[in-house]
Structures are given as C-alpha cells and as structure tokens.
C-alpha cells in the first residue's frame, strides 16, 4: 500500500508559479510510475505529467510542456510538480497519483490539492 499526501495548491495571479509537493509513504519505492493529474471542473481528469522509476523517463500533456516540470528526490518518497506562467486554463484539482506496475492502472491516489489561477 502506498499513500499520497499533496500540498502547495493555492491561488495564484496569471503568469505566476506554484509548486506542488506529493509526499509518499508506505512503499513508494515499489512503484512502477509516479505522476500529477488534474480536473477542472465539468471536465474529465487529465494527465498531466509522470515519469517511470526505471529509467526517469517522463511524459508532458501538450499544454503544459516548456511551463510544467515534474521532479522527484532520491528516496523516492517524494514528487514535486512545478508550475510556472501559470494560466487561468491551469485552474484545476491536482492529484498525485502512482501506478504499481507496467500492467495496472493508476491505482494509488492523493485527496487533490486546488489550483486557482486569476486572470
């Protein structure tokens, strides 16, 4: 079993950054990809970004590549998403989320963190 803990979400005027932190307990060393979602409301939860254990390898949805940087630390207990030029189509509920293995689904998730951005 793993658990997720985000923080960091807030409101923010446009143009400006957050950063996300996932804090991971458990055995977040055991899983397979690691990664942020969001939802904004009336829409279907997206992915974000993610990256694999294995080789770091990372994935970007198209409308936050160049803005949004996923990371993590060496422990493997933590993620971090950071948001910069932030815009008022970023509005959204973050999740943090973990997958086990290359064959499940998304199967760990956080309770979300709002993110507000003003224009």
């Known amino acids: 079993q793993v658990q997720l803990v985000e923080s960091g979400g807030g409101l923010v005027q446009a143009g400006g950054s957050l950063r996300l932190s996932c804090q991971a307990s458990g055995r977040p060393f055991s899983m397979y990809r690691m990664g942020w979602f969001r939802q904004a409301p009336g829409k279907e939860r997206e992915s974000v970004a993610s990256?694999?254990?294995?080789?770091?390898?990372?994935d970007y949805a198209n409308s936050v590549k160049a803005r949004f940087t996923i990371s993590r630390d060496n422990a493997r207990t933590a993620i971090y998403l950071q948001m910069n030029n932030l815009n008022p189509e970023d509005t959204a509920v973050y999740y943090c989320?973990?997958?086990?293995?290359?064959?499940?689904?998304?199967?760990?998730w956080g309770q979300g963190t709002q993110v507000t951005v003003s224009s």
């Open positions: 989320a973990a997958q086990s293995s290359s064959w499940s689904g998304w199967n760990y």
């Open positions: 990256f694999r254990w294995s080789d770091l390898t990372t």
